[in-house]
C-alpha cells in the first residue's frame, strides 16, 4: 500500500545553521509532492512542491530535492531562524489527485 | 491572501451526538477535502468532493460522516454518533490549479 515516512522524528538545530528533514516514499506512482509546514494550533501551511520530473526546486531560503532512484525526498532550510521551528510533513499524490498522503512529521526545534 | 476558515474552533460533545463541522472553503477552489490529525499523528485523509459528489473516501469515513455542499460558499462534515475515537482536529481544505490549503482545524472533543 500507500505510504510516505519520515527518518527523523525530531531535530534540533542552532539558529543560523542550515536545517534537513527527510523523507522516504514508497508509492513509485507518486508524480507530486508537497512539504508543509504546521504550527502549533494551525493547520498545515504549503512551503514546497515538486514534481517527478524534477529533481530539485527552490524557494525562499527553502530547496526540495528530489530522488526518484530511492524515494527520498528531503527538504533544506537555509539559516534557519527561529520561526521555523513548526512540524514539517512531507506528503505525496498522483498530480491532481484526489488524495494527498502525509507522512509521520519532523519536529524541527531551533534554539537561540 | 484568500484563506479556508473553519468554525468552530473548538467543539465539545458528548458521545452519541452529532455534531457538524463548517468550513468556507476558498471562493473559487472546486476541490473540497476533509482531514483529521489525532493528536500528536499525522494527518489522514477523509474524504474529497468535487462536483457536488464525494470522488474519493478513506476507510475511517465510514456510515457515521457525511459531506454536503448546502450552498455556494460551505462545505460541511457531520458525524451522526460520535464516538470516543472521533476526538482529533479536522481540516478542512481546499485547491483549484494550486496545492491544497488548509484552514486552521475544529478541535473536536468527545467525552
Known amino acids: 500500500g500507500e505510504s510516505v515516512g519520515l527518518h527523523l522524528p525530531t531535530l534540533s538545530v542552532q539558529e543560523g545553521d542550515n536545517s534537513i528533514i527527510n523523507c522516504a516514499y514508497s508509492?513509485?506512482?507518486?508524480?507530486?509532492f508537497i512539504w508543509y509546514k504546521q504550527e502549533s494550533g494551525k493547520g498545515p501551511q504549503f512551503i514546497i512542491d515538486i514534481r517527478s520530473n524534477m529533481d530539485k526546486r527552490q524557494g525562499q531560503r527553502v530547496t526540495v530535492l528530489l530522488n526518484k532512484t530511492v524515494k527520498h525526498l528531503s527538504l533544506q532550510i537555509a539559516a534557519t531562524q527561529p520561526g521555523d521551528s513548526a512540524v514539517y510533513f512531507c506528503a505525496e499524490n498522483m498530480e491532481y489527485g484526489n488524495k494527498l498522503v502525509f507522512g509521520a512529521g519532523t519536529i524541527l526545534r531551533v534554539k537561540s | 491572501e484568500p484563506e479556508v476558515t473553519q468554525t468552530p474552533s473548538h467543539q465539545v460533545t458528548q458521545m452519541g451526538q452529532e455534531v457538524i463541522l463548517r468550513c468556507v472553503p476558498i471562493s473559487n477552489h472546486l476541490y473540497f477535502y476533509w482531514y483529521r490529525q489525532i493528536l500528536g499523528q499525522k494527518v489522514e485523509f477523509l474524504v474529497s468532493?468535487?462536483?457536488?459528489?464525494?470522488?474519493?473516501k478513506s476507510e475511517i469515513f465510514d456510515d457515521q460522516f457525511s459531506v454536503e455542499r448546502p450552498d455556494g460558499s460551505n462545505f460541511t462534515l457531520k458525524i451522526r454518533s460520535t464516538k470516543l475515537e472521533d476526538s482529533a482536529m479536522y481540516f478542512c481544505?481546499?485547491?483549484?490549479?494550486?496545492?491544497?490549503?488548509f484552514g486552521n482545524g475544529t478541535r473536536l472533543t468527545v467525552t
Open positions: 468532493f468535487y462536483n457536488n459528489e464525494i470522488s474519493e
Open positions: 481544505a481546499s485547491r483549484g490549479n494550486s496545492p491544497l490549503h
Open positions: 508509492n513509485s506512482a507518486s508524480d507530486y
